[in-house]
């Protein structure tokens, strides 16, 4: 690794320990004058001159020329500098087998960068696959209080994807998020695929929840980590709802199984609507809370019903050559009678007896249609193996 | 009555007898010239003009001037001549103490009118209730083979629709429709506003099907039965297929609540878009194929997600003031803590321990925010009842 790199690595793991995710003036000091300097200005080192505020300004898109942002951040910052020491987080990093990717290097998830200014600094990894590209990663993600109805879809709407070689992105909670990892692990049984990552709020070396301690060690193992912060860091209610742009940026798909009316769940939906990112709701019972929030969804446009993994696969978009849900369940559906029949044909075919034989004219008043019209009908559905001659006239024959 | 009402209702009786549902040439013809002079030319009492020939073909839409539309109408119509009898159908509509609605009466409903060439020639109607404006109609229909799960939303969504003082439309067939009907009926207990009409594939005086027979007596009673129909008219399948659009031409909303992949409540939906009309389809279990055809509609952007009658109203138009489906369930959804707090104030609260007390410098430290912004947050929060002074430093106060 270059010195540059290094430097790098060690200004972006520094400024994931100062700023909050999303931090709007930190990211975007660290966009107009790098990390490395941003990292500077953060311990006081140096000052901003009038180009840099004034590029700062305009990257926020603050209108007045005021010098507050930049203050109020600094003053944010402040008091975790004391504790700063990226070279020890790095090295509990290597101590965990993990790595920092990082904008500048080569494994970098391009999708983040549709986030553009809401991009996070780095990504703490753990786990020995790379992360795949994000047209083979579908996010499945809903309620932490899932139903047997939800457990189930989401362990077949996994399996149909990982199957496909999607790779299912969630975040690691109880309910749906563990049951997709789950199921992910039990389809691929930790071939060569990567079948699942788990994208944290807090530490990718911190187990939250508890309950998920034993799930998430295997996905560490078999599958991938990710945070946006560093390792130790605590899971808090504004860590999660950032860690959710994450899922929506990475993932070419995002789908809730199921959500309450209200749920961090619609949250990653409206994230991934926001980056023009297909979104997928699981439809249930409209008797059941735990689907309201789908159906909100669903309602107010923000969402696609999906209904299977093909459904996902085709909202995903090109990558693979699934044929379409749509399609491969008209192909599944029986063959009727009257299917592709004209009109005159249709109404002919209802005027047919099953049992009795009846004769032209009679056809003609009950179908209406005139007698030559019922002479060439018969013919056809004569040769469709739907009608029959029978006593002198004609009677229908089930196909 | 005017001697011309009663020639118009006598052509149009025989009309609807000759010509199936939506005929296109019949329709053209009666539209063209006029339902009496299209009864004379039907029964070649009189001749064409090539005048009255050209519009049929421009209101046929036929390209070439091929007289061969009219031929082949007439052929079809001749066997039906013999039989004739439209002062006997009337007669046998007046025993019924039934009504012929003609769209040169005063109670036809203009809504019809939506279907343009393929408006139906007239409606054979029994009950003693007027047929309401389309704005107060919705209509709920889907499959013959409901669930409990249909068969109960059915329920409580006509409930919520007739206590609204909407009337339900469906097709009187088993299943969902009946359950429908059911519902109406229960709920209003046959007061003045009429709960529930039923437009059928066949003569009003045939209780199709047979099962139905008690609830179709019913509904001639307390409700409202139409047909395009004549009495005496077997149900057709072709009969069933125009029958439906007649539900969504006259309804201001039409709901599927279950029907499977392939339906005959997927082709009234259609016919409702097509006439523009908001369709609404109820989400159910993915597992069961019931629900199939309502995901599919959804998925395809043919229908729009309702679970409750709130969200039919909402669907329906301007008619009423309910509250919106949305807002009412969001009115009722609990408050949290964090609702309105600004992301300083939240990350503050994230921070705040729930039993023992931090300082404001270990706040800092832990929320990512400058002292000052912890002193001003701690205030609002305290105002807002969310955090509380405790043993020379701050906790968190539940609310």
Request: glycine share 10%; charged share 25%.
């Amino acid at each position: 690794m270059s010195r540059e790199q290094q430097e790098l690595r060690l200004a972006r793991a520094a400024l994931s320990r100062l700023f909050e995710p999303s931090d709007a003036v930190g990211l975007a000091l660290a966009s107009v004058v790098g990390p490395r300097d941003a990292l500077r200005i953060a311990r006081r080192e140096i000052g901003v001159g009038t180009a840099v505020h004034c590029r700062l300004i305009e990257a926020l898109g603050i209108p007045d020329g005021s010098r507050r942002p930049l203050e109020d951040g600094l003053a944010r910052w402040a008091p975790r500098l004391r504790d700063l020491a990226p070279e020890r987080d790095l090295a509990s990093l290597d101590r965990l087998g993990g790595r920092l990717v990082i904008p500048e290097s080569a494994d970098w998830p391009e999708a983040l960068d549709d986030l553009q200014q809401a991009a996070p600094l780095c990504l703490w990894v753990r786990g020995r696959h790379d992360i795949p590209p994000s047209a083979r990663l579908a996010a499945l993600v809903g309620s932490r209080d899932s139903t047997p109805y939800g457990s189930s879809v989401t362990a077949d709407m996994t399996a149909g994807l990982t199957t496909r070689g999607y790779t299912v992105v969630s975040g690691g909670a109880y309910g749906i998020d563990a049951q997709a990892h789950r199921a992910a692990l039990a389809t691929t049984g930790g071939g060569s695929h990567v079948s699942t990552i788990a994208i944290l709020a807090c530490g990718i070396d911190r187990y939250y929840p508890a309950g998920n301690e034993e799930l998430l060690r295997v996905i560490a193992d078999d599958g991938v980590l990710i945070s946006e912060v560093p390792p130790g860091s605590s899971p808090t209610r504004w860590r999660f709802l950032q860690r959710n742009r994450l899922i929506a940026a990475l993932s070419a798909v995002t789908v809730v199984v199921e959500a309450r009316w209200r749920s961090g769940a619609l949250n990653t939906a409206h994230h991934a609507a926001g980056l023009g990112r297909p979104v997928g709701a699981v439809p249930g019972s409209v008797q059941s809370i735990n689907s309201a929030g789908c159906h909100r969804l669903l309602r107010d446009g923000t969402a696609v019903c999906v209904t299977d993994a093909a459904d996902v696969v085709e909202l995903a978009g090109p990558f693979g050559t699934e044929p379409l849900g749509d399609r491969a369940r008209a192909d599944a559906a029986p063959v009727l009678d009257h299917d592709g029949l004209t009109v005159p044909d249709l109404l002919l075919l209802d005027g047919l007896p099953v049992r009795a034989s009846t004769t032209v004219d009679k056809l003609s008043v009950v179908a209406g249609l005139s007698p030559r019209e019922v002479i060439s009908g018969l013919a056809r559905l004569e040769l469709a193996g739907l009608a029959i001659r029978a006593g002198g006239g004609w009677r229908r024959e089930r196909r």
